[in-house]
């Protein structure tokens, strides 16, 4: 993808330097920016779980793949930028129980008519930190996982790590249990960076991770990096990169930094007065993604979305990305995760108390519920897609009799009036500076009644 912006970063970061207001007006304030799903979060409702069970109680769909999502909630520490439900005082007892909690939901739903007897496409563990778990929590956890859901027919089982949890051992077992893709949240390889932004790894621990994780030949190993936390200078950023391709990673991640409100750096800016974070402008860091994609591309890494940078675009593959944005169903279990089902999202209860309770009272812990419309799951796989650059027009006429051309006519014209979207035959296509503000872009599709896009949370 050529690159847009002729700018060096070293001009660029300078004139936000001296005019970052006056000139740019793009400095990070709270709120999530990032497009995860649609309808937003925040229009999910309890009175709208009624939705869930008819769903449930319907026939097995015959033409829709499974993912099968298990949120750990354990971490060694909290970071500052960390918006998820995580917990830091947990004992291993109360980390067994929990797990305990988790199979017996996973084990509800394996009885429901509409998962009976299916199979996941893929699995995935998020956090918090999967690798928080002892070797023999996650033997135990995932055997009793493929009693009730087979993983015979899996195409990826994505696993999130710590750097600090994870030694040969455990990543030993972490390969043993079927994991194919293993995300190591590096974030950054500076370890005042580190410190400053709260994360519980130094760097020493993110190479030692690397090497054991690269001698156990997993199928993808990918490294997680933030552009513009807290103290990131445009040098420190620079040797982020390079040290980051030495690693010689399968893919690479790259978030750009923003302040959800349920943040630690949110509560320290609501105590000080301040409505502006602490960390980088928006035009630095999609100056400083900018240049890592090339830096990358240079490197012989391919650009294959907002977000990621792979090694080998034909055998590297994002199993999990790539169903979910064309409506897969997931089945997600555990504290304040997200699934959905037959066009109905859900949430579970978002604290561990209730979550527990519910369970104990042999009730599916769902604390809040969204059921979808036709044009709404039209516009949530268009808007996903978009994320990866393009997406085929063919593709929504075939499955939603559409043509996105015309129902999305208005956005796309203002997309393309900006110079970020154009149409090639049958894609539709974002380019290199589109894509470094894709989250921003696409709440220009959201609908009247959910396009106050600060309340996504």
């Known amino acids: 993808m050529p690159k847009q912006n002729t700018e060096t970063l070293a001009q660029r970061v300078k004139e936000l330097k001296e005019h970052p207001l006056e000139q740019h007006g793009d400095e990070t304030e709270a709120g999530n920016y990032f497009v995860s799903n649609y309808p937003p979060f925040s ?41 998820f439900r995580v917990y830091t005082d947990k004992s291993s007892s109360e980390i067994n129980s929990y797990l305990e909690s988790a199979i017996e939901e996973l084990k509800v739903y394996s009885e429901k008519p509409y998962l009976q007897g299916r199979k996941p496409q893929f699995v995935y563990f998020g956090g918090g930190t999967p690798s928080y778990l002892s070797t023999h929590q996650l033997q135990d956890l995932t055997d009793r996982m ?191 995760s997200f699934g959905h089902f037959g066009g109905v999202h859900y949430q579970n209860q978002a604290d561990v108390g209730p979550y527990m309770q519910a369970m104990e009272a042999n009730e599916l812990p769902i604390f809040r519920a969204y059921p979808t419309s036709h044009d709404e799951r039209l516009l949530r796989e268009f808007i996903l897609q978009l994320k990866l650059g393009h997406t085929n027009i063919s593709y929504f006429q075939d499955k939603y009799g559409a043509d996105v051309t015309q129902v999305f006519s208005e956005p796309m014209e203002l997309l393309r009036s900006r110079g970020y979207l154009s149409v090639d035959g049958d894609q539709v296509l974002i380019n290199r500076e589109g894509l470094l503000q894709i989250d921003k872009q696409l709440h220009e599709f959201f609908l009247p009644e959910h396009s106050d896009w600060k309340r996504y949370t």
């Open 146 to 336: 493929k009693d009730l859901f087979p993983w015979d027919e899996v195409e990826e089982v994505a696993f999130e790590g710590e750097p600090g949890t994870l030694n040969e051992k455990k990543l030993t077992a972490i390969r043993d249990i079927g994991v194919t893709r293993l995300s190591i949240g590096v974030e950054a390889f500076d370890d005042h960076l580190l410190e400053v932004n709260g994360r519980a790894h130094r760097s020493k621990e993110a190479y030692r991770a690397m090497d054991f994780a690269k001698s156990l030949d997993f199928d993808q190993v990918n490294i997680d990096l933030i552009a513009g936390m807290m103290d990131e200078t445009e040098d420190n950023w620079k040797k982020c990169v390079d040290i980051a391709i030495e690693q010689e990673p399968d893919c690479v991640t790259i978030y750009q930094m923003e302040i959800p409100y349920n943040t630690t750096i949110y509560k320290e800016m609501q105590e000080a007065g301040k409505v502006t974070a602490p960390v980088a402008t928006w035009s630095t860091k999609r100056d400083w993604v900018d240049w890592a994609f090339d830096r990358f591309e240079a490197a012989g890494y391919s650009v294959t979305s907002a977000y990621t940078v792979v090694k080998n675009p034909e055998t590297t593959k994002f199993v999990y990305r790539d169903s979910l944005w064309a409506g897969a169903d997931l089945l997600s279990v555990g504290v304040a």
């Open 43 to 83: 229009y999910w409702k309890p009175d709208m779980v009624d939705n869930i069970a008819p769903i449930l109680l319907s026939d097995a769909p015959v033409d829709t793949n499974l993912g099968l999502y298990l949120h750990i909630p354990f971490c060694r520490k909290r970071c500052h930028f960390c918006y």
